[in-house]
């Protein structure tokens, strides 16, 4: 549309995973008759007792007399002051930090804050530099490539792969003979752990590229809209990280209210006022009903009980029925792994010399009555040629363990036969 301005044209592109979800409504909406196992939902299953939790907390906050001030009248840009104050009280005690208020921002969503922070940090100065906006491991959440007015900005990293042949298990690794962090770079981001990989970087991993950011003062993004302590989508032992160029991120949008857009951004009071200022001019502020249930569900303590004993036990149960299912199913002599699953609430699997593209594999499971999401749409900010992007599928751990086997029985065949046309 020649009417549209640079940034008009950037942000109405339909982006990464948006672009395959129209596909897969088409195809759920004309599916004449066929019964589709959809594993390509994002969206988190309604656990009972996790929506009791948010109708309990919406129950206690109706009837108090905080209500109006709640919804009947404007707050301050930086969010609903009780939130910032118990989500300070709970990482302080749980982590030994010293936050203050100071510390802290909710935003609509943690997409929002992704968009702040590349269009912030990233893009052309006022000199007209480009500041790159870094993912050091690529794949990683597509919406990392639409949030930025400049595209040309985002620049992400091949992995280096620890492959388990025998146990066709694989894991990225940050690759850091290749990562590059110079002045140049405007902000680093990545998801710990991982949408779509279910990855979740060491300790030391983190602490590493922290260091490499920290001396060009350049802040790094840690997207934990999987992490603990809510929704505590970790399936192996994980701590968050924390530092001066360190925005640690979180959504609730995993712990039940991603209707609500609940984003959580905790850093250096420096860094915090300049994503404040950019909401500010967006949107005023974050709409202050999730805020005040959310409140509510952090200050009591039970959003972090019903994450670990609830949400987390639910997902890290279904990876393991994909994992097993797979196990007996795929051909032992065919060349697929599966990403080790340590979390998030996708399995990633990919395959080695796949003689179709992932895209044509996608189109081949819908024969069979199966959706997953094609891999090559999680990589964004990765220019260069790289097979592998066209040899995996991310596989949503949204559905019931029985279509989960079905699936991944239905996925094994086609496979294998693919493999055999070649
Ligand atoms: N980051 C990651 C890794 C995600 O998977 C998602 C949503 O799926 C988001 C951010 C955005 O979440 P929200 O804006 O709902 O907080």
Not at 81 to 98: T, V
Not at 158 to 186: C, M, N, V, W
Not at 249 to 268: F, N, Q, T, Y
Request: overall charge negative.
């Amino acid at each position: 549309n020649p009417n549209l301005s640079q940034f008009g044209t950037q942000m109405s592109n339909l982006t990464g995973v948006r672009a395959i979800m129209k596909d897969i409504i088409e195809t759920l909406r004309t599916g004449e008759g066929q019964d589709f196992i959809n594993l390509s939902a994002g969206n988190p299953v309604i656990l009972p007792e996790v929506e009791q939790l948010w109708r309990d907390c919406t129950e206690q906050l109706l009837a108090s007399s905080e209500y109006g001030e709640v919804i009947c009248r404007y707050g301050s840009s930086q969010g609903y002051q009780p939130l910032i104050e118990a989500i300070a009280n709970d990482f302080n005690q749980r982590y030994g930090l010293n936050l203050t208020e100071r510390n802290i921002l909710i935003t609509p969503g943690s997409q929002s804050i992704y968009f702040y922070a590349t269009n912030a940090f990233g893009g052309y100065t006022t000199s007209g530099k480009l500041k790159q906006v870094v993912l050091p491991l690529s794949p990683d959440y597509t919406g990392y490539g639409g949030v930025c007015l400049t595209p040309e900005a985002v620049v992400a990293y091949k992995p280096a792969l620890e492959i388990d042949e025998k146990a066709h298990h694989f894991k990225y690794r940050p690759d850091f003979s290749q990562l590059t962090i110079t002045e140049e770079t405007g902000c680093v981001i990545f998801s710990r752990p991982c949408n779509p990989t279910g990855n979740v970087l060491t300790q030391e991993e983190v602490k590493k590229i922290a260091d490499l950011a920290a001396s060009f003062d350049v802040p790094v993004l840690i997207d934990s809209a999987y992490a603990p302590p809510f929704p505590a989508l970790n399936f192996t032992e994980m701590t968050p990280v924390f530092g001066s160029n360190i925005i640690h991120c979180m959504s609730l949008s995993k712990a039940g209210l991603p209707g609500e857009r609940v984003g959580i951004a905790i850093g250096d009071p420096k860094l915090i006022g300049i994503l404040e200022s950019f909401q500010t001019n967006l949107c005023i502020h974050s709409p202050r009903y999730g805020q005040a249930i959310a409140a509510r569900a952090i200050a009591s303590g039970a959003l972090a009980k019903i994450s670990s004993n609830i949400i987390r036990p639910y997902y890290a149960s279904k990876f393991d029925v994909l994992e097993n299912t797979l196990d007996q199913s795929m051909p032992e002599e065919l060349p697929w792994f599966l990403h080790r699953g340590e979390g998030a609430i996708f399995a990633w699997l990919w395959l080695q010399d796949l003689p179709i593209t992932d895209w044509e594999l996608y189109q081949e499971l819908k024969k069979v009555g199966v959706i997953v999401v094609p891999g090559s749409t999680f990589f964004p900010g990765l220019r260069e040629d790289w097979s592998h992007k066209q040899q995996c599928l991310r596989i949503s751990l949204t559905a019931s363990n029985e279509e989960i086997e079905v699936a991944m029985q239905r996925l094994a065949k086609v496979v294998q036969s693919v493999y055999q046309r070649s």
